[in-house]
């Protein structure tokens, strides 16, 4: 393995430093900056691939098989979406949009898993006409709703049932799903017994969990993993297929390690596997679904500093040409990033400063006490570990157009996301 400089660690795999500063696959990022304009998201290809890649191969080692899901939540562009379904990899979607964005990345509804604590009847139906493999319910009314359309489709439905086991994780309280008092899913007791008393039309295949996100000690992941077997054969309920749902975390600065996802996946199938033969019953089919771990270290934010300045308590602002509107991780969960100046990452620093976004709020600060060598107006700061949760959670608050983002694949960029421009922010008034 060749070596990374430290403030490269959280940036995607294919990071250089080049004559011009971090390179991805060869491409400049100032020069993908002076191309395409900033703030702009660029993902890098192989990084994901990797990763899909790796976890592909580890269902494939299951002894009954398994499916990966991506979570759409964390990345729906399509043109990451056809890369990771070029990859065998599914789709997990939360809504009619996100099945939308899957259909038109080519995933069909045979390879999706739907979710959402509080799904619409326009969320349910898309499920239902897409033939989604798998539904998950949420709790009985869930149930219920999709029922009625299965009943007045003529159609069935294969369902699990979200359950949350009360296990605790060590990630952000607004992370955490699979708690008691979560508002995903319902108790391991109303699981089974929904499961037992399914309505006409929907048949339980088995069940369902997802504990949290941005999860680092994967341990958590695999003591639900081995409890959720030894469950269902308590409660006699069906397990042909067990989901796992996603939360594996990643690097956001250089001082975190985060687990492997392909290597986290066979761990997962060997506890499941090894729980199985000591209750002495059958081994399910395996889902996982990983969003962040797939595609988060792909990708970096590159922003253009429009001014600096040294404030009443000595502090220093470096203004950039983004903020909370395509980074709202900040706001949401206090998450921290290790920026750098693209043209000049390993430069010896002149001080700490502190990263203001540009929309009206006082709170839109990037990121604080960052290490800089003297930033200057025109420099690009880019923001490495921003491939999951960035894109789809944009906003356009201010009436600041959503950045526009580009693939690096094979040592050449391509936009896959236009800029949102001012027309396209009164596209829907009437
Ligand atoms: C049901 C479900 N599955 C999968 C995911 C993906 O999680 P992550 O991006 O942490 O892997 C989420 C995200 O919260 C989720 O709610």
Not at 107 to 136: M, Y
Not at 382 to 390: M, N
Not at 405 to 415: S, T, W
Request: hydrophobic share 40%.
């Amino acid at each position: 393995m060749t070596h990374r400089p430290t403030a490269l660690l959280p940036f995607p795999d294919t990071a250089t430093v080049g004559p011009a500063g971090i390179e991805l696959d060869g491409v400049s990022l100032t020069t993908l900056a002076a191309e395409f304009g900033t703030p702009l998201y660029v993902y890098d290809a192989a990084s994901i691939r990797t990763r899909a890649r790796a976890v592909r191969e580890a269902l494939d080692s299951a002894p009954h098989g398994g499916h990966a899901a991506f979570a759409l939540k964390s990345q729906s562009a399509l043109g990451v979406l056809r890369l990771i379904h070029a990859e065998g990899i599914g789709a997990d979607c939360a809504s009619a949009g996100e099945i939308e964005a899957a259909q038109r990345a080519g995933i069909p509804g045979s390879e999706l898993v739907i979710h959402g604590n509080a799904k619409s009847e326009q969320d349910l139906r898309a499920a239902v006409t897409t033939g989604a493999r798998l539904v998950v319910l949420d709790g009985r009314d869930d149930a219920d709703r999709l029922a009625a359309i299965c009943r007045e489709t003529n159609r069935t439905q294969d369902v699990l049932v979200r359950i949350a086991p009360g296990i605790d994780v060590d990630t952000h309280r607004h992370i955490a799903t699979g708690h008691h008092g979560s508002k995903f899913g319902v108790t391991p007791a109303e699981g089974a017994e929904l499961l037992r008393t399914l309505p006409a039309g929907l048949i339980g295949r088995g069940l369902h969990v997802h504990l949290g996100s941005q999860i680092l000690d994967a341990d958590p992941l695999i003591a639900a993993a081995r409890w959720l077997p030894v469950f269902a054969k308590a409660e006699g309920i069906p397990l042909e297929v067990l989901d796992l749902g996603g939360g594996l975390g990643i690097r956001y600065t250089p001082d975190q390690d985060a687990p492997d996802p392909g290597q986290h996946t066979r761990r997962l199938i060997e506890a499941i596997a090894t729980v199985c033969a000591e209750e002495g019953m059958p081994v399910p089919e395996i889902i996982v679904e990983p969003g962040r771990s797939i595609v988060g270290q792909s990708g970096v934010t590159l922003y253009t500093v429009i001014g600096t300045k040294t404030v009443g308590d000595g502090s220093t602002w470096v203004a950039v040409d983004g903020g909370m509107g395509d980074n709202m991780r900040v706001g949401l969960y206090g998450a921290t990033y290790a920026p750098v100046l693209a043209a000049r990452p390993l430069a010896d620093v002149d001080g700490t400063y502190r990263i203001a976004g540009r929309h009206c709020e006082s709170t839109d600060v990037l990121a604080e006490g960052v290490p800089l060598p003297a930033p200057q107006v025109g420099d690009i700061v880019a923001f490495p570990a921003t491939g999951a949760y960035h894109q789809t959670m944009a906003h356009s608050y201010n009436l600041f157009g959503r950045p526009a983002a580009v693939l690096v694949d094979g040592g050449a960029a391509h936009l896959i996301t236009r800029r949102e421009a001012v027309a396209d922010l009164f596209a829907r008034d009437v």
